[in-house]
């Protein structure tokens, strides 16, 4: 499933030679006057007085501050690298696993009822158990750190929770909030020692369910070890010495504010875009693990991607899958919620999107006569015809930088097995990480970055895109996708379902969507994905947390090996982000902002975030163009790409040889990458260009620590 592909909602719509009707929802929308990019009149995403999912912190009246922490389960803990830390061998571990029934009965989390802020020396913690009923939870706190053997896990204290309506036995129910334990001193340094303000806590629940297990999986779990702060609430955590012991990461490496992912050391990078926001509430870790469940659901058999032989197939979808279509689960496009496996030259690109159109007599873009809005390039079919494209051939060229270094460029030439469309352009699947703090961000906080006059000569020109909700006709600021053609992430789900795997939901509900039919929502019975389905997975992208910064060392034990993706050069990142304000890229990779506070979740709202995109449209120069325009973005409009994640790239998908950058994947490396930036980047690649190879090193360890 690629979360790239074309809306509907901005192509003009239709078939034949005339746009659909304005207000339907594949009307185009009216372009804004030109010099102010900004409509008249536009409906903001999230109404002012949308209500929050769930709380996940507030204070009581006597100052008691009450936090949430949801958990899910794990396989082990969270300094585990797979073996003993004075092993030769690496990892992985599995402590960021998702283990075989993960997404039923599994989810809990605790209520921490810290009475220190009113100038009580306890702290009462609760279970909240979301379905079913858990039997033994075990429950750690306090790392031991006065203890020099502790290595890879090793607590101070540890507690169970024991029901005083069950007899005092460890059995908690959903639903109930008896099961209960309190602690009133700091055993990190002392069990004497009073609970002060700022005092850290590790904690590290083990849930255990009811035998004989209701559904056949697994009954004893770890979960995530987390950091609370007293009198603060949960922090992400990184290790410092002298054993990693766990320390609140500073504001300036939260790239994802409160609901950044802490540092691993179970040396699992390649799982890391897969993990739930650290401040995630209770309620939302299991919308969250539900959603992901369909996120890597087959539509053709109904398999898990994960242990298809153990997980229950989920009969709901089997035989869901289009006639015609990519591929078969969203996961598939999306390598470990990376980007799209990049098939060698000759082979059919059907993990990347080919977006298609013609252009009618009066310049509007319509759908393609062969292809409708996107080249689906399987089929069901033995006898359909083969719409298969692959790349043909590379045009190269070279780029010489200061110093002499050269560098190769490659712009793919490709080939179409079916007819050659008109109008096309070629996407690869983004990461899909930090989704739901972009669709958090305040629409004013956006518009305020234009500047489609240059009124302050810089050369760069960020105008907004403004497009229709498909459900509504609505008029929404575009945020998702290459041009930014998706307001939001139900809008970006729908479309991708329909489109790629020919999957129905209530925003696209008949197949004759993804041919641009302008009344494909006409009539329309039950969908493949129901409205409940579709707004899991929109909750799923929405809670997915985003690394970060690793731009700190870690204070690993003495003498044993740094997990490679902790090996940084902090003082050579910190240049580098210097050298990248400089050279001007943050005129478009905007370093920071502020989400606002009308977000259904609580996690996503008022977070300082570090995402390096404007979410504007930028004309890149002829160069990076391709022939299709979508709404009012041009060939050469694109979106500023969110830098968030791409050091983590060559860890996700499965080696430094398998990432690309851009939209069509053409760029190998991050120098070619910058090689290609043209139009309004034109002044920041010369200026980057212009670097000594030392500079422009420490550029890259920049991007790299992201």
Same mark, same amino acid.
């Given at each position: ?87 030769? $061998? ?11 029934? #993960? ?83 700091? +055993? ?40 609370? =702060? ?87 979808? =089997? ?30 690109? $059907? ?13 509007? =873009? ?96 960020? =105008?907004?895109? +403004? ?14 996708? +290459? ?130 995109? $404007? ?28 830098? +968030? ?15 690309? #950058? ?45």
């Amino acid at each position: 499933m690629s979360l790239t592909a074309c809306g509907g909602s901005s192509e003009g719509g239709g078939t034949g030679s005339s746009p659909p009707p304005e207000g339907s929802p594949n009307a185009p929308i009216t372009p804004a006057p030109v010099g102010t990019g900004v409509l008249a009149e536009y409906s903001p995403l999230f109404a002012a007085d949308t209500p929050i999912t769930e709380q996940i912190q507030y204070t009581e009246p006597d100052g008691t501050l009450v936090t949430f922490m949801g958990a899910r389960p794990t396989e082990r803990h969270a300094r585990e690298r797979g073996e003993a830390w004075d092993a030769p $061998d690496q990892g992985p571990g599995r402590y960021f696993t998702f283990p075989t029934f #993960y997404f039923q009965n599994r989810t809990f989390g605790l209520e921490i009822r810290d009475e220190v802020p009113a100038g009580r020396q306890r702290i009462e913690v609760i279970l909240h158990v979301n379905d079913g009923t858990f039997d033994g939870t075990t429950f750690s706190l306090f790392r031991n750190i006065n203890d020099p053997n502790v290595r890879d896990f090793g607590w101070s204290l540890n507690y169970g929770f024991n029901n005083p309506n069950e007899g005092n036995k460890p059995i908690c129910h959903a639903g109930e909030r008896t099961c209960r334990m309190s602690f009133t001193s700091n +055993w990190r340094t002392s069990p004497h020692s009073p609970l002060k303000i700022g005092d850290k806590i590790e904690l590290a629940p083990a849930p255990r369910l009811q035998r004989p297990v209701i559904d056949g999986g697994g009954e004893r779990y770890y979960s995530f070890e987390q950091l609370y =702060v007293v009198g603060k609430g949960m922090r992400p955590w990184y290790g410092i010495v002298p054993n990693l012991d766990s320390e609140p990461l500073p504001d300036s490496t939260l790239l994802g504010g409160q609901a950044s992912v802490s540092y691993n050391y179970s040396e699992e990078p390649h799982r890391v875009f897969q993990q739930m926001a650290n401040n995630i509430g209770i309620g939302n870790t299991k919308r969250f693990v539900q959603g992901r469940r369909l996120f890597h659901t087959s539509f053709a058999d109904g398999k898990h991607s994960e242990h298809p032989n153990t997980n229950p197939v989920f009969t709901e979808h =089997v035989g869901q899958l289009g006639p015609r279509y990519n591929q078969a689960r969203c996961i598939e496009c999306h390598t470990a919620n990376g980007r799209s496996p990049m098939p060698d030259q000759g082979a059919r690109l $059907d993990t990347l999107s080919v977006l298609t159109g013609i252009a009618s007599a009066n310049g509007t =873009v319509l759908p393609d006569p062969t292809y409708g809005l996107n080249v689906q390039q399987r089929a069901a079919s033995t006898t359909a015809p083969d719409y298969a494209v692959s790349v043909a051939s590379y045009e190269k060229t070279v780029r010489t930088l200061a110093g002499g270094e050269q560098v190769e460029l490659v712009k793919p030439v490709y080939s179409f097995k079916g007819p050659v469309p008109s109008l096309y352009s070629v996407r690869q699947a983004p990461q899909v990480i930090g989704m739901g703090l972009l669709e958090a961000v305040a629409e004013p906080t956006i518009l305020a970055l234009a500047d489609p006059d240059d009124k302050n000569g810089d050369g760069v020109r960020g =105008v907004p895109h +403004w497009v229709n909700d498909p459900e509504t006709g609505k008029v929404h600021l575009g945020r998702f996708g +290459w041009k930014a053609t998706k307001a939001s992430l139900r809008h970006q789900v729908g479309d991708a379902l329909v489109k790629d795997m020919g999957v129905t939901s209530p925003v696209f509900p008949s197949r004759s969507c993804q041919q641009g039919a302008p009344d494909c929502r006409n009539g329309a019975g039950a969908t493949a994905v129901s409205a409940e389905e579709l707004q899991r997975m929109s909750d799923y992208l929405a809670l997915i947390g985003v690394p970060a910064q690793r731009s700190l060392r870690s204070g690993y034990p003495e003498g044993i090996r740094v997990s490679p993706e902790h090996d940084v050069n902090p003082e050579l990142i910190a240049r580098g982000s210097v050298l990248f304000a400089q050279a001007q890229c943050t005129a478009c990779h905007t370093a920071q902002m502020t989400t606002g506070n009308t977000h259904p979740f609580a996690e996503l709202r008022n977070q300082t975030i570090r995402p390096y995109t $404007d979410m504007l449209l930028h004309d890149m120069g002829p160069e990076l163009a391709d022939t299709l325009t979508e709404g009012q973005a041009a060939p050469s409009m694109w979106r500023t790409a969110p830098l +968030w994640g791409l050091g983590s790239l060559k860890y996700v998908q499965g080696g430094v040889q398998n990432v690309r #950058y851009l939209h069509d994947g053409r760029a190998r490396t991050l120098n070619e990458a910058i090689g290609w930036h043209g139009g309004e980047a034109s002044a920041s690649r010369a200026l980057y260009e212009a670097l000594s190879k030392e500079d422009r090193t420490a550029v890259i360890a920049f991007l790299e620590s992201l």
